[in-house]
């Protein structure tokens, strides 16, 4: 075995539905993300894409299944990204840090959320 393979053989050991184990697929997905910025995503002739604020404690794994037993869609590839919070000098909170989900589903598919 080469040097890559045993490498993909350790990161497949270790990426695992973390979060799956204590929480069910609808607390993973906490809300859908509906703004102009992500609907332009979902726009187009390419690849449809979707924004979700999922659960801290979720990796791409336990989203990508919980888009599949929600939505009964297979996601072709998911991103994830923290959102830092947003603060004002002075003030409260204006926005507070959340984990946020970029799914992209394959062509042709479809999550009927905003239309």
């Not at 009964?72 to 919070?85: D, F, G, H, R, Y």
């Amino acid at each position: 075995m080469t040097f890559k393979q045993i490498l993909r053989q350790r990161a497949v050991k270790s990426s695992s539905p973390k979060a799956l184990k204590k929480l069910s697929p609808y607390q993973i997905l906490l809300a859908p993300i509906v703004t102009e910025k992500a609907y332009k995503g979902s726009e187009g002739d390419g690849a449809q894409k979707y924004s979700f604020k999922v659960h801290a404690d979720a990796n791409k794994i336990d989203v990508k299944l919980a888009i599949e037993t929600t939505y009964n869609v297979t996601p072709a590839s998911v991103n994830i990204t923290w959102v830092k919070e947003k603060g004002r000098a002075n003030r409260p909170l204006v926005r507070r840090a959340y984990k946020k989900a970029i799914v992209s589903l394959k062509k042709g598919e479809k999550i009927g959320l905003a239309d």
